[in-house]
């Protein structure tokens, strides 16, 4: 079985992120969760605190499961990234028509520059249709419940982070 990068920026993970590493780690024996360093984004969590955060919780999948997932930064074209670590596929979730058009610009610009690298589409489970890390951050910044919408560990460092900025 292929081994699939699983890219994002994960500003923080949520809840719709986890349940595609879980259903990508039954469909592939290695699952690299690819951490982006390179975006223009202005982040609200560090590359580590991003790692972190994503490595407590897929350390608590149990083994048959955290044992298929890896967490790795990248820095870069996916595609290089891709060749190098010998995956074959990239996964990514899609919620909506809006993620569509977007997804579908980006594995086509993709398949031009590795045409061997295919992009695989899960979709997102109905909770978590509406569900992203904007809306996280948001909700976070302005003390509302984030229950059901990311994990205990994540909701922790948000309290946290927003508490440190009053
Ligand atoms: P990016 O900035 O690369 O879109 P994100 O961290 O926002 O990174 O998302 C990474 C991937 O996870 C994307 O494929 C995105 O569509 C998917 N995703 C984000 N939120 C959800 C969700 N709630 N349910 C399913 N997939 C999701």
Do not use: C
């Not at 909700?139 to 009053?166: I, M, N």
């Amino acid at each position: 079985m292929p081994t699939a990068l699983y890219p994002g920026t994960f500003d923080p993970p949520t809840n719709g992120h986890f349940d595609i590493i879980e259903r990508a780690a039954g469909l592939f024996d290695r699952v690299i969760v690819t951490v982006a360093l390179n975006s223009s984004k202005k982040f609200l969590f560090s590359i580590e605190e991003r790692l972190a955060m994503l490595e407590e919780v897929i350390g608590s999948f149990g083994e048959d499961l955290s044992s298929r997932v890896e967490i790795a930064r990248f820095n870069g074209l996916l595609v290089d990234f891709a060749r190098e670590q010998n995956a074959s596929v990239i996964v990514r979730g899609l919620r909506t028509l809006g993620d569509f058009e977007y997804e579908m610009q980006m594995a086509l610009m993709n398949r031009r520059l590795a045409s061997q690298i295919n992009t695989v589409f899960i979709a997102a489970d109905e909770r978590y249709i509406h569900l992203n890390s904007t809306i996280v951050r948001d909700l976070a910044r302005h003390g509302a419940p984030l229950d059901e919408l990311v994990p205990a560990s994540v909701a922790q460092r948000l309290v946290a982070r927003f508490s440190e900025s009053g």
